[in-house]
């Protein structure tokens, strides 16, 4: 399965809470390895709230745009945990639908 990190953090107080960037990616990364994922890139939003919506975001619009493709190249959008994707729940259950819908699916570590 090939698949597609996505990790965000919005403030610098982040990085002691074990949602900084780097301790997504690793969590992503140690994932895949689990479960034999290969991971093709990780996206990231850097200093990005996570009240935006996803397609406001520079990382998030490539998750949208995977999400249209009809031939992505990746299986699923792996992230931390379901907060990293959206604040807003209409907008993230919106976005799971279209996951659902999509040629590419989801998956929270």
């Known amino acids: 399965m090939s698949v597609v990190g996505y990790a965000q953090c919005s403030t610098t107080e982040q990085a002691t809470d074990g949602t900084s ?3 997504q990616e690793a969590r992503i990364l140690a994932w895949a390895e689990a479960t034999g994922a ?3 890139k990780v996206i990231v939003d850097a200093g990005v709230s996570g009240t935006k919506a996803l397609a406001d975001r520079a990382g998030g619009a490539r998750i949208v745009a995977l999400l249209d493709a009809r031939q992505p190249g990746v299986d699923a959008v792996v992230v931390l945990r379901t907060d990293r994707r959206g604040r807003n729940a ?3 259950l919106s976005s799971l639908r279209r996951l659902r819908n999509a040629a590419v699916g989801d998956w929270s570590t």
Do not use: P
């Open 21 to 23: 960037l780097e301790a």
């Open 38 to 40: 290969d991971v093709v």
């Open 90 to 92: 209409a907008e993230t």
